[in-house]
């Protein structure tokens, strides 16, 4: 068993939400979502730090949030007005080094989840 478990990744219609979590099962300070289309590099779209201070990537133009729990040891994504694009493979990411704001980039984080799919269709 992984050390970060993605769920809540399916299909959508544009426009639609869905939901990702991310179980962890160690000590992390910053999140972070992470997402990878076929041919394209991998994208930063959300992160937050253990106290809850949060940045995004710049695609995201307020359609997504990212929040935690701490006590559940749980990352989660809210996603809204999901668009074509975002169609991807999305990875939840984490590290334990005391840092704000958190790392935009994905050479940063030492914890990977192993991906959870969304689609959205026009």
């Known amino acids: 068993q992984g050390q970060l478990v993605e769920s809540g990744g399916g299909s959508v219609q544009a426009g639609g939400s869905l939901r990702l979590s991310c179980a962890a099962s160690?000590?992390?300070?910053?999140m972070a979502w992470f997402r990878q289309a076929p041919g394209k590099e991998r994208e930063g779209v959300a992160f937050i730090n253990r106290d809850g201070s949060t940045n995004y990537g710049d695609s995201i133009e307020g359609r997504f949030t990212i929040s935690r729990d701490n006590a559940k040891n749980t990352l989660y994504l809210q996603m809204n007005s999901l668009k074509p694009e975002d169609t991807a493979m999305y990875y939840c990411?984490?590290?334990?080094?005391?840092?704000?704001?958190?790392?935009?980039?994905?050479?940063?984080?030492?914890?990977w989840g192993q991906g959870t799919q969304v689609t959205v269709s026009s």
């Open positions: 990411a984490a590290d334990y080094v005391r840092t704000w704001p958190c790392a935009r980039r994905a050479p940063s984080y030492n914890y």
């Open positions: 160690l000590y992390t300070y910053c």
